[in-house]
Nanobody, 118 residues
């Protein structure tokens, strides 16, 4: 069973930056595509950015968020810049399954809370 552990969240002022990290219980090179997801208050969980094994990246927040990975550390990152209050959410990492609704994903980690407020 695959387990995901997210870290790096916290309280940040609007315009600030955070770098989230995700570790996985298996080698992430075995996973075709990884993604960062978030659940904002009162909303459904949504995809933020994805990265596959060929380097293809998709962003729902282009220009402000950057997804990357460090294979040596078996870690996925999300660099978040110019944060806005509407970015407040619990952020999760998970394998990205393009043909599967996010609501059907299993084995979510606990996520990491990001709060953007002055």
């Amino acid at each position: 069973q695959v387990q995901f552990v997210e870290s790096g969240g916290g309280l940040v002022q609007p315009g600030g930056s955070l770098r989230l990290s995700c570790t996985c219980s298996i080698d992430i090179r075995r996973i075709y595509a990884m993604g960062w997801f978030r659940q904002r208050p009162g909303r459904q969980r949504e995809v933020v950015a994805t990265l596959n094994d060929s380097g293809r990246i998709n962003y729902e927040v282009p220009g402000r968020f950057t997804i990357s990975r460090d294979l040596a550390k078996n870690t996925l990152y999300l660099q978040m810049d110019s944060l806005k209050p509407e970015d407040t959410a619990v952020y999760y990492c998970h394998e990205f399954l393009p043909l599967t609704p996010i609501g059907d994903y299993k084995d979510w980690g606990q996520g990491t809370q990001v709060t953007v407020s002055s």
